[in-house]
């Protein structure tokens, strides 16, 4: 079992950044990435960005050259840096860890981008 907990989230004004962190409880054993996904009212869940246990990253079109993923020396923490936000990066935004093939998730932090 791997418990998530999330940080970062807030309301912020077009143009601003956020960072957001997920710390993974226990051993880094069998983690093959971590991640993050978002979820706007109406909308399915959409991948944000990824990285795996080898640093390779993967970003969602709508985030790339505004978003950085990166993971903490320990690999059991990752953010999202966030910069020139957009309303339509409007979201509710979770943590994704997958271990041993398995999904766990975090229980969701919110970001408004409004003025």
């Known amino acids: 079992q791997v418990q998530l907990v999330e940080s970062g989230g807030g309301l912020v004004q077009p143009g601003g950044s956020l960072r957001l962190s997920c710390a993974a409880s226990g051993s880094i054993v069998g983690i093959s990435s971590m991640g993050w996904y978002r979820q706007a009212p109406g909308n399915q869940r959409e991948l944000v960005a990824t990285i795996t246990t080898n640093g390779l990253t993967n970003y969602a079109d709508s985030v790339k050259g505004r978003f950085t993923i990166s993971r903490e020396n320990t690999k059991t923490t990752v953010s999202l840096q966030m910069n020139s936000l957009k309303p339509e990066d409007t979201a509710v935004y979770y943590c994704?860890?997958?271990?041993?093939?398995?999904?766990?998730w975090g229980q969701g932090t919110q970001v408004t981008v409004s003025s």
């Open positions: 994704n860890v997958v271990k041993w093939g398995t999904d766990y």
